[in-house]
Antibody, heavy 117, light 109 residues
Framework: EVQLVESGGGLVQPGGSLRLSCVASGFSLSNYHMDWVRQAPGKGLEWVGR???????????LYAASVRGRFTISRDDSKNSLYLQMNSLKTEDTAVYYCVKLPPGDWGQGTLVTVSS | QAVVTQEPSLTVPPGGTVTLTCGST?????????PYWFQQKPGQAPKTLVYDTNNKQSWTPARFSGSLLGGKAALTLSGAQAEDEADYYC?????????FGGGTKLTVL
């Protein structure tokens, strides 16, 4: 059974940094595309970025324009974990952040990030 | 960047049929956009109902089906139940970028 468990959310000041983690079980992260998706309070879903699987193409990362240059996705295959390093945080980054395996679409429960002074 | 458009809200009577649609400002939606449909209830994480146009997850009720219809992606609910009241989001893939629609609030009434 696929399970995704996010952690690392919390309250951070504008301009600060935070690192989110997503521990996967039931499959090997390196074989699948993994995405981060966020949802601001009372708003819709927004794609943040992707870490591609190792096949058929080599591993790469992709980002939404709103976070490119500030956020970095990485992976630790030995821990079967995905990470989202968030720097230069803005108040508009406040959201629940979900780790998602696409396809076929398995979601974690999310972790809340609040950027506020 | 492409914008994905959805009906903001729809209402369906219990037992009725409703079709939610998802369009793209770049033109006709195709299977190459790998359309997804997600259901989200208040306070819960989203759940995937349909992926790659018409493939269902193991938990997706048979009354939900995905398709391409008139240049859009469509999610049809046949025989609506009270538990289907939720927000529904679609998502498309555009050359390495994923874009969500704004969501449809479905009321069963």
């Amino acid at each position: 059974e696929v399970q995704l468990v996010e952690s690392g959310g919390g309250l951070v000041q504008p301009g600060g940094s935070l690192r989110l983690s997503c521990v996967a079980s039931g499959f090997s992260l390196s074989n699948y595309h993994m995405d981060w998706v966020r949802q601001a309070p009372g708003k819709g879903l927004e794609w943040v970025g992707r870490a591609t699987g190792d096949t058929p193409d080599r591993y790469t990362t992709l980002y939404a324009a709103s976070v490119r240059g500030r956020f970095t996705i990485s992976r630790d295959d030995s821990k079967n974990s995905l990470y989202l390093q968030m720097n230069s945080l803005k108040t508009e980054d406040t959201a629940v952040y979900y780790c998602v395996k696409l396809p076929p679409g398995d979601w974690g429960q999310g972790t809340l990030v609040t950027v506020s002074s | 960047q492409a914008v994905v458009t959805q009906e903001p809200s729809l209402t369906v009577p219990p037992g009725g049929t409703v079709t939610l649609t998802c369009g793209s400002t770049t033109g006709a939606v195709t299977s190459g956009h790998y359309p997804y449909w997600f259901q989200q209830k208040p306070g819960q994480a989203p759940k995937t109902l349909v992926y790659d146009t018409n493939n269902k997850q193991s938990w997706t009720p048979a009354r939900f089906s995905g398709s391409l219809l008139g240049g859009k992606a469509a999610l049809t609910l046949s025989g609506a139940q009270a538990e289907d009241e939720a927000d529904y989001y679609c998502m498309f893939y555009y050359n390495g970028v994923l874009v969500f629609g704004g969501g449809t609030k479905l009321t069963v009434l």
